[in-house]
Structure formats: C-alpha cells, structure tokens
C-alpha cells in the first residue's frame, strides 16, 4: 500500500515502539494507521484495543475489523460481549476505563490502544472518562491516538507524555487529500464569495431596519429554498450529499420535502428496492411502520438518518448509503463521528446547534469534523460545502469565524466519578489526591482553578464519608458496591443499603433501571402511572432529595442524577412480552429512544449482575429478568450478527 507522508511518519514511528498522535482532517486517512497497528499485532501475537466515543462507531468498525481480520475481533460495549477473548478487541472508553480499574490484571495481554477521535476528551459530558483511561493506563500499554485538527495539540501530547513517562511523537496533516470548497445560500442566493455574501447581508440589514420602523413583522424577503439548493447541486455533479441538520424531526421534514425529486436511473432504483428489501428482511425491519414510511424516499435516492430511528434501521439506511444508491441523506451531527460515510457535497442546515444548555453557533472544530465528510477519497478531486444562512440567526462575522478560524483549543473537562473516586480511594487511602496531578486539568488550569478542582474532590471525599461510603479510612459495603456501578453509582448503592434491591419484583428492577437512566426532553409527558410505580417514584425520589441536599451542602457540581419515570407503563409493557410497537403506544418517546433505554438498562443490570457484593438473590432475580429486556430489537448482540 502506498501511504502519505503523515501516514509514513506516523507508521515509521510505531515500528519504533513509539506512542504517537495523529492530528489530520476528516478524511484524511487516518485509520490506515490504525489498521497498520491492528495487522502487526496480530502477525507478533499482541492485543490491541480499540476505543471508540459512541458505540454506533464502535459496532461499524467491528463491522469493518471483523471483514478484515475475521475472529481476530471481539467488541465489549455494555450491551454487547462478542468474542471478548479476541486478541482486538473495540470498547467504548467507558467500558476501558473500568476495565481499568476494575480488572486491570486483565489487560496484561494488550501492547497497543487506540483512541479514535482522543479530541472528545473536550467533551463536557464524558470527556471525563477519556482523561481518566488515560491517566490510569498502564505503563507497558503504547498509545495510538487519532484527532481531528486541534491547535493545541502540542500541549495535549505533553502532559500525555508527562504522565505515562514514555516517547510520545506528534503527527500533524494539515492538508487534506481532497480540498473542500465553500459556498453559501443566503437570501435564496447560491455564491462562493465572501464579499459577495456580506452584500447580501448588508442590503438584508438595511431592509430590516427600514421595515422595523414600520413595525412589520420580521420575516425574510428571499427565503433560502430546499428545491433550489439541491436543485443546483445536483446539476453541478455535488451528489451524493449530505445534509447536517440539528433536529430529528426537522431531517425527516425536509427529507419529505424532496419527494417530488427522483435522483435515481431505472437501474438504480431497482438495485436500491432489491438491496433496500433484502436488509429490511436480514434485520427482521418488514413489517416496520417506520420501514415502512422509509420506502418511498428510498426509491427516489432520499434518506433520513437520526437517534430516535431504531438501530437496525439506521444500520440498514448507512449501508444503503454505502452503496452510492443514495443520493442526499439527512441526518443529525452524530453520521459525522468517525463513521465512515463520505458524500462529494456536505450543506449544513444552519451554523448553530444545541450545546448542553442553549442553543450556540458552531464550534469551528465541530464545522471541520461534519464538513470533512465532503469529498470522497480516491473518487472525488474536490468536495463541497454549502452553508444554509439566515441573517436573522447569525452574523456575518460569526459566519466568517466558524469557517475560516482557529480551531478551538481541546480542553480538560476532568470532573471524577464517585465510582472513580472510591477505587481510588480504595487504593490509595487519603493519598487519593495525588491522582490529580496526573489529570490533563491540572497541567492546563491556572492555580485558582487548581485550587477549585482539589477543594471538589475533597468535598467529594468528604460527602462519601457523611453518607457511609467510607469509614475508618475504609470502604464501606456500600462503598465496595459502588466503586462497580458507574454513572448511577449513588441511587443504586442507597438503594442496595436499605435492602430495597433485594426486596424489589422483576418489573420494580425493570422500570427503575429506565427511571435512572432516562433523561426527559421538554416535549415528554409524564404518564399516568400504575400504583407499584407510583409508590416506587416517592420512594427513590425522597431518598435522592435527601442525598441532593447533602451534595449542596458539600458543594458538590454537578448533582447526581434524579430518576424519571416517563417510560415506567412502556417498560412494563415490554416486560409482559408485548410487542415493539404495542410497548411503544405507551409513550412519546421516540422508538430508537426507548430501545436506547432499555440497552442502557441491561447494561446497568449486568453491571449489578457482576457486582461482588449482589446476593444470590438479587442474582438470580436479575438472571431471569435480563432475557426478558433484552429480546427482539432490543438485543444489540443480534443486530451485530445479522
């Protein structure tokens, strides 16, 4: 194989034995790398893992490995075993990160870990828990990390290096190999040209103004078009595309928008229903109402793609995409994470997207990774971008930031588990602040915000001790039960003190698990509930006030997690064998939604399953009941082996 320079640098260093980072654009061929690591391992014997941040990335390279390298491959991902003894084996990095502190011993076998996108340790929700395996990794594990374009790249290597003591080479590939164009819709105006879009916005401003005056409503004078856009696209050869759109329900609309299009030949449409058919029959999706609606944009070349589909029907929409039978696919920013599905156009729907708390202009790192899905190696010379602008929704010159700027800088959002902490703890008795020190926000934060991070994690400490977790410089049986439930640690362990776990039935432990784990949008109601259910909500959402105040108290950000019981008749639902669609008329949620709950919620019971401190009891309860969860289009297992 012919590799690029930073592809050949990069390989030359790994034959050295050396840790290396790779920082290069969407598209750019980093897993070549990756692969090249993964082949040598197996050729000398050694294991590699895999990490991956969403485990919609960490099933297609399963996929992709497993083609490759046949039994060789295993995936770990919560709700997935396969083949765990395989010398490669892919994780989410949460699942690596407990491996980390809870089987260490285990991890002997492995030489090489791959972080794929090592950049989310930017993420505030879980960047956590890509700093922590990182800080915990064993010394005679080397690290191949692959990122996104980042500026401070520099500094992230070092602290990297400074904490595993060991070389660490920086790669960095600021070309990619097919160059990307930009181009703009503003106005119901198509232009390439950043003067020429400022005179648009400018007139637009000045007719805004006059007609404020009047007091008039606000609304556009040349609405940006769907059918002019896609219209102009495919007469210039832009197809396939993909449209980056930051709504579920808003990727189906426009999807239906296009009906009126056909962009498939004779040929093509029949290969797409054939092909389209025989997936709908592999994944047992024929008699899917959601299938179903799917099939007349299929056979016009026209797709959507989001979270709240069922897995296996985005399963079945990415291979379609695979194909080239597709022509423009709409879909959520998640499509632009690591999953390999490049198109020659890209449009953003607009330049702003719902960050943790409000809605905010795009980041410019988080632009480059949707957008590097434009343009197709080694079939497309250039690839196109097209920005969809709204003067009343963004300024020309946040427009001019968020694509011709400095990256941002990958920062730490270190903020260590309770679990985390425990083990710890465990470990290290009231040294157990000397781990941070090792963390990526010691080495960046200033010394107020150091000051801060260590005053958090006493106080942590110190809740753990006024709550029982720890005592005599000991943990507790309820801290011992902790360290081993990661994320939901404190509700479950409170609960497993008072012997309420022991004592609850199978459909109490089923709509407990969703309650802990669900997180409500604004738009889902809370349904009438059944007694048990009632009873079971007053019950943990007493005991978690009291444990909120008690984390106020200490100062402790962010609060645990308060339980929702939205999904608690759909749950039961399931747990009486009905069908899919029969559970789903018991809530609002979305269908991928609730299969995405109850996976989760199997997850949490093995992770009790596999708890030193369960009872047979509770055991044996939990034995019996995860069949029943995880059955039908609910086992993730079964969708990995169609």
Same mark, same amino acid.
């Given at each position: 194989?012919?590799?690029?320079?930073?592809?050949?640098?990069?390989?030359?260093?790994?034959?050295?034995?050396?840790?290396?980072?790779?920082?290069?654009?969407?598209?750019?061929?980093?897993?070549?790398?990756?692969?090249?690591?993964?082949?040598?391992?197996?050729?000398?014997?050694?294991?590699?893992?895999?990490?991956?941040?969403?485990?919609?990335?960490?099933?297609?390279?399963?996929?992709?490995?497993?083609?490759?390298?046949?039994? @060789?491959?295993?995936?770990?991902?919560?709700?997935?075993?396969?083949?765990?003894?395989?010398?490669?084996?892919?994780?989410?990095?949460?699942?690596?990160?407990? @491996?980390?502190?809870?089987?260490?011993?285990?991890?002997?076998?492995?030489?090489?870990?791959?972080?794929?996108?090592?950049?989310?340790?930017?993420?505030?929700?879980?960047?956590?828990?890509?700093?922590?395996?990182?800080?915990?990794?064993?010394?005679?594990?080397?690290?191949?990390?692959?990122?996104?374009?980042?500026?401070?790249?520099?500094?992230?290597?070092?602290?990297?290096?400074?904490?595993?003591?060991?070389?660490?080479?920086?790669?960095?590939?600021?070309?990619?190999?097919?160059?990307?164009?930009?181009?703009?819709?503003?106005?119901?105006?198509?232009?390439?040209?950043?003067?020429?879009?400022?005179?648009?916005?400018?007139?637009?401003?000045?007719?805004?103004?006059?007609?404020?005056?009047?007091?008039?409503?606000?609304?556009?004078?040349?609405?940006?078009?769907?059918?002019?856009?896609?219209?102009?696209?495919?007469?210039?050869?832009?197809?396939?595309?993909?449209?980056?759109?930051?709504?579920?329900?808003?990727?189906?609309?426009?999807?239906?928008?296009?009906?009126?299009?056909?962009?498939?030949?004779?040929?093509?449409?029949?290969?797409?229903?054939?092909?389209?058919?025989?997936?709908?029959?592999?994944?047992?999706?024929?008699?899917?109402?959601?299938?179903?609606?799917?099939?007349?944009?299929? @056979?016009?070349?026209?797709?959507?793609?989001?979270?709240?589909?069922?897995?296996?029907?985005?399963?079945?929409?990415?291979?379609?995409?695979?194909?080239?039978?597709?022509?423009?696919?709409?879909?959520?920013?998640?499509?632009?994470?690591?999953?390999?599905?490049?198109?020659?156009?890209?449009?953003?729907?607009?330049?702003?997207?719902?960050?943790?708390?409000?809605?905010?202009?795009?980041?410019?790192?988080?632009?480059?990774?949707?957008?590097?899905?434009?343009?197709?190696?080694?079939?497309?010379?250039?690839?196109?971008?097209?920005?969809?602008?709204?003067?009343?929704?963004?300024?020309?010159?946040?427009?001019?930031?968020?694509?011709?700027?400095?990256?941002?800088?990958?920062?730490?959002?270190?903020?260590?588990?309770?679990?985390?902490?425990?083990?710890?703890?465990?470990?290290?008795?009231?040294?157990?602040?000397?781990?941070?020190?090792?963390?990526?926000?010691?080495?960046?934060?200033?010394?107020?915000?150091?000051?801060?991070?260590?005053?958090?994690?006493?106080?942590?400490?110190?809740?753990?001790?006024?709550?029982?977790?720890?005592?005599?410089?000991?943990?507790?049986?309820?801290?011992?039960?902790?360290?081993?439930?990661?994320?939901?640690?404190?509700?479950?362990?409170?609960?497993?003190?008072?012997?309420?776990?022991?004592?609850?039935?199978?459909?109490?432990?089923?709509?407990?698990?969703?309650?802990?784990?669900?997180?409500?949008?604004?738009?889902?109601?809370?349904?009438?509930?059944?007694?048990?259910?009632?009873?079971?909500?007053?019950?943990?959402?007493?005991?978690?006030?009291?444990?909120?105040?008690?984390?106020?108290?200490?100062?402790?950000?962010?609060?645990?997690?308060?339980?929702?019981?939205?999904?608690?008749?759909?749950?039961?639902?399931?747990?009486?064998?009905?069908?899919?669609?029969?559970?789903?008329?018991?809530?609002?949620?979305?269908?991928?939604?609730?299969?995405?709950?109850?996976?989760?919620?199997?997850?949490?019971?093995?992770?009790?399953?596999?708890?030193?401190?369960?009872?047979?009891?509770?055991?044996?309860?939990?034995?019996?009941?995860?069949?029943?969860?995880?059955?039908?289009?609910?086992?993730?297992?079964?969708?990995?082996?169609?």
């Amino acid at each position: 194989m012919q590799y690029d320079r930073f592809q050949a640098e990069a390989i030359n260093y790994i034959k050295e034995g050396l840790s290396v980072i790779v920082s290069a654009p969407t598209g750019a061929g980093k897993t070549a790398i990756a692969e090249y690591v993964i082949t040598q391992c197996i050729k000398s014997g050694q294991g590699v893992i895999y990490t991956a941040p969403i485990k919609a990335l960490s099933n297609q390279k399963f996929r992709d490995f497993q083609n490759q390298y046949q039994d @060789k491959i295993g995936i770990l991902t919560g709700d997935v075993s396969i083949n765990p003894e395989a010398p490669v084996l892919i994780m989410t990095t949460e699942i690596f990160r407990n @491996k980390l502190l809870d089987q260490p011993q285990a991890l002997k076998k492995f030489s090489w870990v791959i972080y794929d996108e090592i950049h989310y340790i930017d993420n505030p929700e879980r960047g956590t828990v890509w700093e922590e395996s990182l800080m915990l990794l064993p010394k005679h594990i080397r690290i191949l990390g692959l990122s996104a374009t980042v500026p401070n790249i520099e500094e992230f290597s070092q602290w990297l290096e400074s904490v595993q003591h060991i070389p660490l080479k920086i790669i960095v590939e600021k070309n990619r190999p097919v160059p990307l164009h930009f181009r703009f819709q503003c106005q119901n105006k198509i232009t390439d040209d950043l003067k020429d879009l400022n005179r648009v916005w400018f007139s637009k401003a000045l007719t805004y103004e006059y007609r404020g005056r009047r007091a008039a409503i606000h609304k556009e004078l040349n609405p940006n078009r769907l059918t002019g856009l896609i219209q102009h696209i495919a007469q210039n050869n832009g197809l396939p595309c993909i449209y980056f759109c930051f709504s579920r329900r808003r990727c189906e609309k426009l999807a239906q928008e296009l009906l009126n299009f056909n962009f498939l030949e004779n040929d093509e449409r029949d290969k797409i229903i054939n092909l389209f058919n025989e997936l709908l029959g592999r994944f047992d999706l024929k008699d899917e109402p959601s299938a179903s609606l799917m099939h007349p944009l299929i @056979k016009r070349g026209i797709a959507y793609h989001h979270a709240g589909m069922l897995p296996t029907l985005k399963e079945v929409i990415e291979q379609l995409f695979t194909s080239r039978l597709l022509k423009v696919i709409f879909t959520t920013e998640t499509f632009a994470l690591g999953i390999n599905m490049p198109a020659r156009s890209v449009i953003f729907d607009e330049l702003r997207k719902f960050y943790g708390d409000r809605v905010r202009n795009l980041k410019t790192r988080d632009f480059y990774q949707m957008a590097g899905r434009a343009g197709r190696r080694g079939i497309d010379k250039e690839g196109f971008v097209y920005s969809r602008i709204n003067p009343q929704r963004i300024g020309f010159d946040e427009t001019r930031r968020i694509i011709y700027g400095e990256a941002e800088k990958v920062n730490s959002q270190f903020n260590a588990s309770y679990a985390t902490l425990l083990h710890l703890y465990e470990k290290h008795n009231e040294r157990f602040l000397e781990i941070y020190p090792l963390s990526y926000h010691f080495y960046q934060a200033n010394i107020r915000k150091k000051e801060e991070a260590y005053n958090l994690l006493r106080q942590k400490i110190n809740f753990l001790k006024a709550a029982g977790y720890i005592q005599r410089n000991q943990l507790t049986s309820k801290g011992i039960f902790a360290c081993a439930i990661y994320g939901y640690e404190i509700i479950l362990s409170e609960l497993f003190e008072r012997g309420y776990l022991e004592n609850f039935n199978q459909l109490e432990l089923s709509i407990l698990m969703a309650a802990i784990v669900f997180e409500p949008r604004r738009t889902d109601s809370l349904p009438k509930l059944t007694r048990q259910a009632k009873n079971l909500k007053n019950l943990t959402e007493n005991m978690m006030k009291q444990i909120l105040k008690q984390e106020a108290g200490f100062g402790i950000h962010p609060p645990s997690k308060m339980p929702h019981y939205h999904l608690a008749n759909a749950v039961g639902a399931w747990l009486d064998g009905q069908s899919f669609h029969k559970t789903l008329l018991q809530t609002t949620v979305d269908e991928g939604e609730l299969v995405r709950i109850l996976r989760m919620s199997n997850q949490l019971l093995r992770e009790m399953l596999a708890n030193r401190l369960s009872s047979e009891t509770l055991k044996e309860k939990i034995s019996r009941l995860i069949p029943k969860i995880n059955r039908d289009i609910v086992d993730a297992e079964r969708q990995l082996r169609s």
